[in-house]
């Protein structure tokens, strides 16, 4: 969820206790200098969230990272992302949306598309996970405003997935001004609801089961990159899973070890046949692809995954950030953002043959088959402002060049079966069923941003 990524991962050193020297054990040494768990800046031992997970491991012992993640991103009394804005200039990091309106717009015709080419259903559910300051949405609905005409009489709703309060507050102010409200009861799936400046209903819930069925379109930006993680290192007595534990020589510090048995993790999360020997493996993240999955496949729709990730070739990816920098992931715990790439592979494999799945392909790629470079000319011919056009340029920039944001972005998408066979239209003028229309030939209906936009 981060500007700037680091290509190369956190170097660190892994102990595993109650084992002799011999199995210190430890990759990209030759970084180790450059940043590690035991770098520059201070532990601060009066941290309540330092507190907290020290008395939670001298109690059980080591933590796995999944769980350490957990407790510092979405404790719900001390979670970063309960108690922080951390996004724009002023925070930890700043996302597509805010860097370009660009990114929005195309989005918001991805959408429009993905619905066309689902037969135009009545109801349509605009379904965003974690969305932010309400950037992304906000300009998704402007494009559907603005082409109002395209989406015909569909009931149209927004169903924002968000765990943070004080960010549903900020997303509410963006997308609603002052028509929102909080349910009075905390046991409410709905937690807040109200209006959008635009006129359409929409809705915050805390987890996507609460969210209604139906047709939709699920946009997950920067979403899984935050998601808790399991670490585990190739030993050779097999895989051992990767925890955090406190420092017996310097009890205001954390450090992570390999733990010398195995764990129920390791033994049930890593493929028989990896190659790799250090593995990060996003449970969570699975079991919402197989939700959405299976929601895709019974109700229609499509899930759009858009985050920093790899198609199961990286290793250790595992770091923190804090003011648009990279942060040591063990220090001061609840006060930086914590993140790991997406691996795509483990997605698709979590999806398996409910959905149709293609991708990832990156953003550069992505962004052009959408039409950016079209975009860009039609904003640029309509600006006369210079800084206005200076922004618009450095936006793009940083949108698609591959040394910036344009490769080591992907997008993923999962798709209804139906969706790559010519469909048939829900009903014509009358309520009358249209007849089929004939398919000319296997060639399934191209899908946005995946396949090269044709300009006439």
């Avoid at 080591?408 to 249209?434: C, D, V, Y």
């Amino acid at each position: 969820m981060r500007t700037v990524r680091a290509l190369q991962g956190l170097s660190r050193v892994i102990v595993c206790p109650c084992s002799p020297p011999l199995f210190v054990r430890s990759w990209s040494v030759a970084q180790s200098q450059r940043f590690s768990s035991s770098s520059a800046e201070k532990p601060m031992p009066g941290n309540s969230m330092f507190r907290h997970l020290t008395s939670k491991i001298k109690a059980t012992g080591p933590i796995s990272v999944a769980e350490y993640m957990r407790e510092v991103l979405t404790n719900p009394v001390m979670g970063y992302y309960v108690q922080n804005d951390m996004l724009g200039p002023d925070g930890d990091f700043i996302t597509s949306p805010e860097i370009s309106q660009i990114f929005g717009e195309l989005l918001g015709i991805w959408c429009l598309s993905e619905w066309m080419g689902a037969g135009k259903p009545s109801r349509f559910q605009l379904v965003e996970f974690g969305p932010g300051r309400g950037s992304l949405a906000n300009d998704i609905l402007r494009v559907f405003s603005q082409l109002r005409g395209a989406l015909g009489g569909a009931a149209v709703s927004v169903h924002l997935v968000e765990v943070s309060p004080k960010l549903s507050q900020v997303q509410a102010q963006c997308l609603t001004g002052d028509q929102s409200q909080v349910s009075a009861s905390e046991d409410e799936p709905v937690y807040r609801q109200g209006t959008t400046t635009t006129g359409l209903p929409i809705s915050w819930y805390r987890n996507l089961d609460d969210v209604p069925r139906g047709f939709s379109i699920y946009l997950a930006h920067e979403f899984f990159d935050a998601l808790p993680i399991h670490m585990f290192q190739g030993t050779e007595k097999g895989w051992r899973e990767v925890m955090v534990d406190i420092d017996p020589d310097e009890p205001g510090k954390l450090r992570l070890v390999i733990v010398p048995a195995p764990t129920l993790a390791s033994t049930q999360l890593i493929q028989a046949d990896e190659k790799r020997r250090h593995v990060e493996v996003c449970p969570e993240g699975g079991v919402i692809v197989q939700r959405l999955a299976n929601r895709i496949a019974e109700d229609g729709g499509a899930a759009l995954i858009a985050d920093y990730g790899h198609d199961g070739t990286k290793t250790d990816t595992f770091r923190g950030f804090k003011g648009h920098k990279l942060h040591d992931v063990l220090a001061s715990p609840g006060s930086a953002d914590l993140t790991a790439d997406v691996d795509y592979s483990y997605l698709r494999r979590m999806a398996g043959a409910t959905v149709a799945c293609m991708g990832p392909v990156s953003q550069k790629d992505f962004l052009k088959n959408m039409g950016i470079d079209t975009r860009l000319q039609v904003l640029l011919r309509n600006c006369a402002d210079p800084s206005t056009r200076a922004q618009l340029i450095q936006g793009y920039d940083m949108l698609t060049n591959p040394l910036k944001m344009g490769e080591r972005f992907q997008f993923f998408t999962m798709l209804n079966h139906s969706r790559l066979t010519r469909p048939e239209p829900e009903q014509a003028k009358g309520g009358k069923k249209m007849a089929p229309v004939p398919k000319k030939g296997p060639a399934p209906l191209p899908v946005a941003g995946f396949s090269e936009l044709g300009l006439s």
